[in-house]
């Protein structure tokens, strides 16, 4: 029964080791690099990328005598030590330049473990081994050891990922001219990869609406009937019956969806999606240049 308290983070951590992790690696970006490495001012340009990760379980890696045998390291030692329970992320990283490649296994640091999760090293055990390396028999899993202290690693909340919710704040009217205290903001999360970003679409005092985006921490504001006429090369009639669907005696969301659909910054000189997406690319192309690293 107490074991059942702490599951969910131990199912949750087990979930990051099993899978998370993997993915982690197959999403990151290539990172660029170029300068002066040589004493005869050549140049050199080049690139470096992870192409696997992988967490190794708590250990003792070297002793007092210097030897490298791996030893395991149980939560019990943590706790006397006053030393935090990991293990090591490790990662095989790729660099290349000069048409040539290599890789090599690079030390990422130490990540806490989830006591009883599967990088544990009391995972599985019985009763009575437990005890026998210093741990409760009944011990309540789900936390980890930081500097000798237990504590739970779950200290931040997040709204729900990929749900709109409806909120008024004051702060959103002083973002702009004509902007309002009212807007629905979203946490949007890929679906392959648990990281996302928090979208806000704001009311404007004119009855449109913007989308504020984040990039890199720096915002950009879009009109939403922009971004609506950029997923699909549709009419404005379509857009409309799908805005008003289930809902087409409403005048008040009827005159608001011909507000967003005929504004100047939405209407002018947008014939197609092409169109609609060149305009964008516009916006977003020097933010996007401003990034260190992005070519």
Same mark, same amino acid.
């Given at each position: 029964m107490l074991a059942q308290l702490g599951q969910a983070h131990v199912d949750s951590f087990d979930d990051f080791v099993s899978h998370g992790i993997g993915m982690c690696s197959g999403e990151m970006s290539t990172a660029y690099f170029s300068g002066t490495?040589? *004493?005869?001012? *050549?140049?050199? *340009?080049?690139?470096?990328?992870?192409?696997r990760l992988w967490l190794d379980r708590p250990n003792f890696c070297r002793d007092n005598f210097g030897s490298t045998k791996e030893k395991p390291m149980y939560p019990s030692h943590a706790r006397i030590a006053r030393v935090s329970y990991g293990g090591i992320l490790r990662g095989v990283a790729k660099i290349s330049f000069e048409s040539r490649s290599f890789t090599r296994?690079?030390?990422?640091?130490l990540i806490p473990v989830t006591v009883g999760s599967c990088a544990c090293?009391?995972?599985?055990?019985?009763?009575?081994?437990?005890? +026998?390396?210093?741990?409760?028999a009944d011990d309540v899993t789900g936390y980890s050891i930081v500097n000798g202290q237990e504590v739970i690693m779950r200290m931040l909340q997040a709204p729900r990922r990929n749900t709109p919710f409806a909120i008024d704040r004051a702060g959103w009217a002083s973002r702009g001219h004509g902007f309002t205290?009212?807007?629905?903001?979203? +946490?949007?999360?890929?679906? +392959?990869?648990?990281?996302?970003?928090?979208?806000?679409l704001h009311a404007v005092r004119t009855g449109n609406a913007v989308i504020a985006l984040s990039i890199?921490?720096?915002?950009?504001?879009?009109?939403?009937?922009?971004?609506?006429?950029s997923f699909r090369d549709t009419?404005?009639?379509?857009?409309?019956? +799908?805005l008003l669907a289930g809902d087409e005696g409403n005048a008040s969301l009827r005159s608001i969806a011909t507000i967003v659909l005929t504004s100047k910054a939405a209407s002018t000189n947008l014939h197609s999606r092409a169109d609609c997406l060149k305009l964008m690319g516009r916006m977003i192309k020097p933010m996007w240049q401003a990034i260190p690293g992005v070519r």
């Open positions: 490495f040589s *004493a005869d001012g *050549a140049g050199l *340009a080049g690139s470096i990328s992870l192409e296994e690079v030390d990422l640091g090293n009391t995972h599985g055990m019985s009763a009575k081994e437990r005890v +026998r390396v210093g741990e409760e205290s009212k807007g629905v903001m979203v +946490r949007s999360v890929c679906p +392959r990869l648990p990281t996302g970003v928090t979208n806000v890199h921490k720096r915002q950009l504001l879009l009109p939403l009937g922009l971004v609506l006429k009419t404005d009639k379509e857009i409309m019956s +799908r």
